[in-house]
């Protein structure tokens, strides 16, 4: 099980970024993941990868969600690390990486990792269903709102489609 | 037909039958705004990409892969999160006392000595150790401050402390347990220094902990009454 958890680690650890926005929380909730799935091995017929998924998306509603209010009441200091990973550069037009990721903190927590493991992990709707252990009709409404909201926190949509 | 954002975004991510598909390749072909609208959606997983996707270049840090916890009944017990195995097993002040040190992570670098020892005070702070308390702050000698948070016994039937020490614009949280030559420092965990402005990265700490009470607990921390009696014993080890 040792080497399938480092080789699903970098998975892992993306995963951990988009939730936390922070290079040094990914870090930590990767090695917290890592911890909780060596005492808690994933339950017979559950793959691995979604068992670490779904541990890592537990443990940062445990354990890292509680700082949100206050990070955000703090300016966002985590932030300076995801330029260290990527610079100030904008990534799309005048959209940075520091706006893309308050908008992701806006987000509920299931929207947060829904999109998450739709867009940066290409897991499937039904992968994402196993992995949180929600029905398939709520990963495809939740994420549809994650991304409408997301395209209006950060303007990109001029036009409105019925809801 | 009327398209809404949910038949859109799962359009996106090719997750609708056969027919739902054909529907919305019809309705993108006819309606403009719908095709931009579906551009925008696309974005959104593009966004999310190009920011969370470059911390693939930072190595992975070194992981500790070996399995720790015992295994059986008393994995239930170690499951708990320690705070909440504390605040039931303590009485109030102590309770207060080492919940809130382990919630807010008050844990800063201790320095140490190639032995292990804190520096040449920590006879004062074992002293501290030897008769202190949990819950109660004592001054040193030095001007420096120690508060004993908790006690447990150790695998070893040793009695351990985690204890709170500050001074010198410093503060370090540690665990040590006592032996025939007296209290001998474990460990502490190191972290930068706290201020208000970086509390946020607490949480390392105190996971970091919170593991390591996990690995050396035998069962949960000692009550009042308990701790009284460890002290009244001189911390003889549990037979």
């Known amino acids: ?163 | 037909m009327n398209i809404t954002d949910t038949m859109l975004s799962a359009f996106l991510d090719a997750e609708l039958a056969e027919a739902e598909m054909e529907q919305v390749r019809s309705a993108l072909a006819e309606d403009e705004h719908l095709a931009d609208h579906l551009a925008e959606l696309a974005m959104v997983d593009q966004l999310v990409r190009d920011t969370y996707a470059p911390i693939e270049q930072l190595p992975i840090p070194e992981l500790a892969l070996s399995p720790a916890a015992p295994t059986g009944a008393t994995a239930q017990i170690i499951a708990l999160p320690l705070w909440r195995r504390a605040s039931r097993a303590l009485q109030r002040p102590m309770a207060a006392a080492a919940a809130v040190a382990l919630a807010i992570g008050l844990v800063i670098n201790i320095e140490r000595g190639e032995n292990g020892a804190a520096d040449g005070s920590w006879e004062q702070v074992a002293a501290s150790l030897e008769t202190g308390r949990s819950g109660i702050r004592q001054q040193l000698a030095d001007g420096s401050e120690v508060l004993p948070q908790l006690s447990f016994v150790n695998h070893d039937g040793e009695y351990c402390r985690q204890f709170y020490r500050a001074g010198g614009g410093s503060a370090a949280q540690g665990i040590a347990c006592r032996d025939a030559d007296g209290w001998q420092l474990r460990n502490s965990v190191p972290v930068q220094p706290l201020t208000t402005a970086d509390s946020y990265q607490t949480a390392t700490a105190h996971n970091v902990l919170e593991q390591l009470l996990d690995d050396m607990i035998a069962s949960g921390p000692l009550d009042a009454d308990g701790e009284a009696a460890a002290i009244a014993s001189q911390w003889q080890p549990v037979p």
């Open chain 1, 1 to 163: 099980m040792q080497e399938e958890i480092v080789k699903l680690a970098p998975a892992v650890r993306r995963f951990a970024y988009s939730l936390t926005g922070s290079t040094h929380d990914a870090d930590d909730l990767l090695q917290s993941t890592v911890e909780r799935v060596l005492r808690s091995p994933a339950p017979e017929g559950v793959e691995l990868a979604k068992w670490m998924f779904r541990i890592c998306r537990n443990l940062w509603v445990d354990e890292y969600r509680s700082r949100k209010v206050r990070l955000n009441a703090a300016a966002d200091p985590e932030l300076q690390e995801s330029q260290i990973v990527d610079g100030e550069r904008a990534i799309c037009g005048e959209i940075t990486i520091r706006q893309v990721d308050a908008a992701m903190r806006q987000l509920p927590d299931d929207q947060r990792s829904i999109l998450s493991l739709v867009a940066l992990e290409g897991l499937s709707y039904k992968e994402v269903a196993s992995t949180l252990d929600i029905p398939a009709g709520t990963v495809m409404s939740r994420l549809s709102r994650a991304r409408a909201a997301l395209s209006k926190i950060l303007n990109l949509n001029a036009t409105g489609v019925n809801a």
